[in-house]
């Protein structure tokens, strides 16, 4: 989901290059964090329509510019701007996005992504479906949208709820930031790559044969891969495992103060600075999205849920805080979890009446 914006670009926002038998893909608003706009992610399907079609690219690379990250997301004051002005802004980018998330999980070539740096939002549903996922020493994946009166979109109720065990619940209510060892660990990235082996590593991939099959392009990563830094999520699966098994947000709460630990009191501090509301509609999509066989129902379902954003007190209030104002101190509505009724949340899952995936799924069969 979207991060901040930045005034009207000047440059291509997207940069789409051939070199050998690599397709790039380069997300160019640096001062941006390479947030996502509506025209990068139209950029982004007609580069891999191309791609798709070109029998001298053998795979395709999405890097992001700058030093800072891949992507921090989408645009959130244009999501902000438009819901307030109740133009069809908002809904046709997530439409969009969410298709293309879903493209990606079924591209037939190699799909490479270079996860360096801030990777959230919107930048993890460009690069979480992706073929090969590599993560570097500067990589900070999160989902932290309950921080804005929002919900971890983009498919986060497929990819954080395929985990055997809790760990997908705690990234998606807390939204703590994963390194590169807890990405892979997580199952949200495969490789680790030192940052400084990177153009390298690209240089390989440019040198590739045209019908290089996916066996080749993984043996060219795997030539470059070693072994991450340790990471924090591993030693705490266990206590993950058992304070987020529960299936209300209060339950949750109770456990985690019953535990007492460094831990768990980490987490009750972090938990409580979110939007109430947001917590148990996050909690009741990962529910869902366990029991859900495939990635295109889980987005139809929080496309479904984006409407109810659009309408919300907190998404606005959430963004206010951050964003335009600032003062990280949001009055989320209702204040407390006590206030929070089944009719607040059952509002966000309500059929859409214009479904994602209606007339036809891209790529082939679904997954």
Request: proline share 6%.
């Amino acid at each position: 989901m979207p991060s901040i914006s930045e005034p009207p670009a000047t440059e291509t926002e997207t940069l789409i290059e051939r070199h050998g038998a690599l397709g790039r893909i380069r997300l160019n608003r640096p001062k941006a964090l390479n947030s996502l706009t509506l025209q990068m992610v139209r950029d982004m399907e007609a580069a891999l329509d191309d791609f798709k079609q070109d029998p001298a690219i053998a795979a395709v690379l999405v890097t992001g510019e700058g030093e800072r990250g891949l992507c921090a997301g989408g645009d959130i004051r244009a999501i902000y701007d438009g819901g307030k002005a109740g133009s069809d802004v908002p809904t046709t980018f997530w439409r969009e996005e969410y298709t293309l998330n879903a493209r990606i999980g079924r591209y037939p070539k190699p799909y490479v992504v270079i996860m360096d740096g801030i990777v959230m939002g919107g930048g993890v549903g460009i690069s979480v479906y992706g073929s090969h996922r590599i993560v570097t020493e500067r990589t900070r994946f999160a989902m932290p949208e309950t921080g804005i009166g929002f919900f971890p979109d983009v498919g986060a109720s497929w990819f954080l709820t395929r985990q055997a065990g809790e760990l997908g619940t705690y990234v998606g209510l807390t939204g703590e930031p994963l390194g590169a060892a807890d990405a892979i660990f997580a199952g949200l990235a495969d490789v680790f790559i030192r940052s400084e082996r990177l153009p390298e590593l690209i240089e390989a991939l440019e040198s590739l044969p045209a019908d290089s099959p996916h066996e080749a392009v993984s043996t060219t990563i795997g030539g470059f891969s070693e072994a991450p830094p340790a990471g924090v999520l591993e030693p705490q699966q266990q206590a993950t495992d058992r304070l987020f098994a529960f299936d209300t947000i209060e339950g949750i709460l109770s456990a985690l103060r019953a535990d007492g630990s460094a831990f768990s009191e980490g987490l009750l501090s972090v938990l409580t600075t979110k939007s109430p509301l947001s917590l148990n509609v996050t909690l009741r999509l990962l529910r869902l999205g366990r029991k859900t066989d495939r990635l295109e129902d889980c987005l139809e379902r929080e496309f479904a849920a984006t409407a109810a954003v659009l309408r919300s007190h907190d998404f606005y209030e959430g963004v206010r805080a951050a964003v335009i104002d600032k003062d990280r101190n949001p009055q989320w509505r209702p204040a407390r979890l006590a206030d929070v009724t089944a009719a607040d949340v059952d509002a966000y899952f309500q059929p859409s009446a214009q479904p994602l995936f209606a007339v036809k799924i891209r790529e082939g069969s679904p997954a």
